[in-house]
């Protein structure tokens, strides 16, 4: 049996406030999985290390972030997020 992606997300924290028009995704994962942040296609470096600043809005409530391996396996991690925009 092949196991899913193990995935450890380090930013953002849960219920973590974003100031401005973007959030710093980073974390890792097994160096043969995909990763996608809010269904965007993110480089994973050899040693399974990922990171990403993807923009969000007032309306953005979640990050997302799943790891694909290549049996077709996924796991996936999301984090609530509360923004507030800069004037």
Request: charged share 20%; no cysteine.
């Amino acid at each position: 049996f092949v196991s899913p992606p193990q995935v450890s997300l380090s930013s953002p924290k849960e219920d973590q406030m974003v100031v401005g028009s973007t959030v710093l995704v980073f974390g890792s994962t097994d160096s043969d999985a995909k990763i996608t942040v809010n269904n965007q296609p993110v480089i994973v470096d050899p040693d399974g290390k990922f990171s990403v600043n993807i923009p969000v809005s007032a309306d953005t409530k979640e990050v997302t972030v799943i790891a694909t391996d290549r049996s077709g396996k996924t796991t996936t991690i999301s984090r609530r997020i509360q923004t507030e925009q800069q004037l």
